[in-house]
């Protein structure tokens, strides 16, 4: 090989020979751009693609240092990676945007030599833009599995669509609003979310004011009366609207574009999704394909919500029809509550009664049917009237009863499981007008007498034996205890106690506890503020109470066997 006048990668090229000709031309030819630094940094050789990305002619460029012919990228990563393969003396590859390309990436590819620095530039733009399509698609993908799971599979489909807004964010837009539409025709915002956090509570609050502020002629508006899905800049939905609160959290929140599309099920629109982009940010066809299969899925979760509506109101008009009002007791007093669970869906098989047996014994029960619909109320309906019946009929204590009732089901309701409790009032045999309680409990929380001083005294273990329908010829225990003139029995149902994130432990103490706050008070409120301070006004299940009290005067009705009791 002859003398060489200068190297590629530390690679000799002879001057003159073919071979160092053709590698020239090879140079001069290929897609990529290549040029070399010497030690000093300075640009020895620089190919036609070279000079084509550089936008210089080479002949200015050879000779001139790196650093001079590209300020910008002193102190820069480049500079830090260039240096470090030299120090090193390891070849090393990354990506950049080109210097002054608006797009595209390049991959750079550094070779450290003896001689100098040889620098190969690919243009990487094709295959960055087709992995960053391909990662798009698979979180459109992604987006509509999670969509799906959580509007079918949650039983509280109305939450699972104020959570929507968070699952679009930031896979298809920078802002979401969710809004239904209740079956009286009232639009209301269920759920927001940015993928700013600063501007989440800027979007909560616009949510708060929107709906009543923005004008008829609004995308929001137009698609809520028409079903017709918007894109429009935000500048020209804040021209339409007036000065206030509503519009000055819109500016605030400065997006560029809202794209609005309707929620649609059996012909009716039923809400919209309100989409808000910041500026460079657009939805392509496939982004906003996969839009309209989200406001599609929302659409029918809605139109479930309105179905769980109608069978909650259904079910809640049955459930109070057979819920009576309770009697009269004499000297004692009856007070009853329901109160329907605040997700449509589980409203169901909650039930109270209070009743005289045919020796006018009064008899108090508490029961709950295994289920939350229609059917699980019908049930109830049923076995409340059965154990009306065993209960008057038969005169019995109320272990009988129950096991009367459990045989009942085994017989003619082989598919329903319930838990009940069964108390009854009834005079002490003392002689002196006292009385006392007695008690069966088929796997339901256990009852609570409270004493005039406060004392509360939970009537067996935290669930009772075991609850119907499960085996009829098991043996049922009955307990009675002696009731104190003033004294408040409360029956009651779980979801008085049981609240998500809380054991029943945890409940049962808390009932126990603001039960001795209640000393005193007239029955009515008691039961009334019983139930707001333990459900603070979300109950999550439906409750079920009946409470009694006993007059702090001799009881005499009681004393004879209950006479004087009166059918409600």
């Known amino acids: 090989?002859?003398?060489?006048?200068?190297?590629?990668?530390?690679?000799?090229?002879?001057?003159?020979?073919?071979?160092?000709?053709d590698l020239v031309r090879f140079l001069e030819t290929m897609p990529a751009a290549f040029c070399f630094l010497d030690t000093q940094w300075r640009f020895r050789y620089v190919n036609a693609e070279a000079e084509r990305l550089m936008n210089r002619p080479r002949g200015e460029v050879i000779g001139e240092s790196l650093w001079d012919a590209f300020p910008h990228i002193s102190g820069s990563y480049i500079e830090e990676t260039y240096r470090a393969a030299v120090a090193t003396g390891r070849p090393v590859t990354f990506e950049?945007?080109?210097?002054?390309?608006?797009?595209?990436?390049?991959?750079?590819?550094?070779?450290?030599?003896?001689?100098?620095?040889?620098?190969?530039?690919?243009?990487?733009?094709?295959?960055?833009?087709?992995?960053?399509?391909?990662?798009?698609?698979?979180?459109?993908?992604?987006?509509?599995?999670?969509?799906?799971?959580?509007?079918?599979g949650e039983?509280?489909?109305?939450?699972?669509?104020?959570?929507?807004?968070?699952?679009?964010?930031?896979?298809?837009?920078?802002?979401?609003?969710?809004?239904?539409?209740?079956?009286?025709?009232?639009?209301?915002?269920?759920?927001?979310?940015?993928?700013?956090?600063d501007r989440r509570p800027l979007m909560q609050r616009y949510t708060v004011v929107r709906l009543d502020s923005l004008p008829g002629t609004s995308p929001v508006a137009q698609a809520l009366r028409t079903g017709t899905p918007a894109t429009e800049p935000v500048d020209a939905v804040l021209r339409l609207m007036r000065p206030g609160p509503s519009r000055d959290l819109l500016a605030a929140l400065h997006p560029e574009t809202a794209v609005v599309l309707p929620l649609t099920a059996e012909d009716r629109t039923v809400g919209v999704l309100t989409l808000y982009l910041d500026a460079g940010r657009t939805l392509d066809e496939e982004d906003l394909e996969?839009?309209?299969?989200?406001?599609?899925e929302a659409g029918r979760a809605v139109a479930r919500v309105h179905r769980q509506?109608?069978?909650?109101?259904?079910?809640?008009?049955?459930?109070?029809?057979?819920?009576?009002?309770?009697?009269?007791?004499?000297?004692?007093?009856?007070?009853?509550?329901?109160?329907?669970?605040?997700?449509?869906?589980?409203?169901?098989?909650?039930w109270y009664d209070a009743f005289p047996q045919r020796d006018g014994t009064p008899v108090l029960v508490i029961g709950d049917v295994v289920g939350h619909d229609t059917a699980a109320a019908a049930s109830m309906g049923q076995l409340r009237a059965l154990l009306r019946g065993i209960a008057h009929y038969s005169g019995a204590g109320p272990a009988e009863v129950l096991r009367g009732l459990d045989e009942a089901i085994a017989d003619m309701h082989t598919d329903t499981l319930a838990t009940a409790a069964v108390a009854r009032i009834e005079p002490s045999g003392e002689g002196d007008g006292a009385s006392r309680l007695r008690w069966a409990n088929a796997g339901h929380?256990?009852?609570?007498?409270?004493?005039?001083?406060?004392?509360?005294?939970?009537?067996?273990?935290?669930?009772?034996?075991?609850?119907?329908?499960?085996?009829?010829?098991?043996?049922?225990p009955e307990s009675a205890l002696d009731l104190v003139p003033g004294a408040t029995v409360l029956l009651y149902t779980d979801g008085l106690i049981e609240r998500r994130g809380s054991t029943l432990d945890e409940g049962m103490s808390r009932l126990v506890d603001q039960l001795a706050t209640l000393v005193g008070t007239p029955l009515e409120e008691f039961c009334d503020a019983l139930l707001e301070e333990m459900l603070q006004g979300t109950p999550q299940d439906d409750v079920a109470i009946v409470a009694v009290r006993l007059s702090t005067s001799r009881p005499r009705d009681l004393e004879r066997s209950g006479r004087g009791v009166r059918h409600g």
């Open 1 to 21: 090989m002859g003398e060489s006048d200068w190297r590629l990668g530390g690679f000799p090229v002879p001057r003159g020979e073919r071979h160092g000709a």
């Open 309 to 350: 509506s109608e069978q909650a109101q259904l079910a809640e008009a049955l459930q109070r029809s057979l819920l009576t009002d309770p009697p009269a007791m004499g000297d004692a007093e009856i007070v009853v509550r329901y109160v329907p669970a605040a997700e449509a869906a589980r409203v169901g098989g909650d």
């Open 96 to 152: 950049t945007a080109p210097h002054g390309a608006r797009e595209g990436w390049a991959e750079v590819r550094v070779w450290p030599g003896p001689d100098g620095l040889a620098v190969y530039v690919l243009d990487a733009t094709d295959r960055r833009d087709a992995e960053a399509s391909a990662r798009r698609a698979t979180a459109r993908t992604s987006l509509l599995a999670r969509v799906s799971a959580e509007l079918t």
């Open 445 to 476: 929380p256990p009852p609570i007498v409270v004493a005039p001083d406060g004392t509360a005294t939970v009537l067996g273990g935290r669930i009772g034996d075991l609850m119907l329908g499960v085996d009829c010829t098991a043996e049922r």
């Open 155 to 197: 039983l509280d489909t109305e939450s699972a669509l104020g959570r929507l807004a968070q699952l679009v964010v930031p896979v298809l837009t920078d802002g979401c609003i969710v809004t239904v539409v209740d079956r009286k025709g009232r639009a209301r915002d269920v759920g927001s979310w940015h993928a700013d956090p």
């Open 290 to 296: 996969t839009a309209r299969q989200v406001a599609a």
